[in-house]
């Protein structure tokens, strides 16, 4: 799949990285994953993916403060995040907003196909 949009997938919780890394797969998308926040800056900065899923709760760098580099970042600031994370709280929303995520997914109200619907809707408008 040479067209193929690449998504870098940040989240700690092995069986939601590897049920979402398949789920993507089967969706077109190429994909790449990280385990943590340290991680996920140093693919990102190799990668440069079309997209990044990122998690808030992850070892080493937290999701704030990945967003918080990425948009400190003249080469990674353009790249569209949406947050997948199990912090519904209104303030962590709008946190994560205020710090450049373009969308924010509570994982357990939204199914792996409601998930792929946002990823290409931000993708659309990009």
Same mark, same amino acid.
């Given at each position: 799949?040479?067209?193929?949009?690449?998504?870098? +997938?940040?989240?700690?919780?092995?069986? =939601? %990285?590897?049920?979402?890394?398949?789920?993507?797969?089967?969706? !077109? @998308? /190429? $994909?790449?994953?990280?385990?943590?926040?340290?991680?996920?800056?140093?693919? +990102?900065?190799?990668?440069?993916?079309? =997209? %990044?899923?990122?998690?808030?709760?992850?070892?080493?760098?937290? !999701? @704030? /403060? $990945?967003?918080?580099?990425?948009?400190?970042?003249?080469?990674?600031?353009?790249?569209?995040?949406?947050?997948?994370?199990? %912090?519904?709280?209104?303030?962590?929303?709008?946190?994560?907003?205020?710090?450049?995520?373009?969308?924010?997914?509570?994982?357990?109200?939204?199914?792996?196909?409601?998930?792929?619907?946002?990823?290409?809707?931000?993708?659309?408008?990009?």
């Amino acid at each position: 799949m040479a067209n193929a949009k690449k998504i870098l +997938l940040a989240e700690d919780d092995v069986f =939601i %990285l590897e049920i979402m890394a398949e789920k993507l797969k089967k969706s !077109g @998308f /190429e $994909v790449s994953i990280a385990k943590d926040g340290e991680d996920c800056i140093q693919v +990102l900065t190799s990668l440069r993916p079309d =997209i %990044l899923l990122l998690d808030i709760l992850m070892p080493q760098i937290d !999701g @704030f /403060e $990945v967003l918080r580099r990425m948009k400190a970042s003249e080469s990674l600031s353009h790249i569209p995040v949406v947050v997948l994370s199990n %912090l519904g709280q209104k303030e962590e929303i709008q946190k994560a907003l205020d710090l450049g995520a373009k969308d924010y997914v509570v994982k357990a109200n939204f199914t792996t196909n409601e998930i792929v619907e946002k990823i290409n809707a931000v993708l659309k408008n990009v």
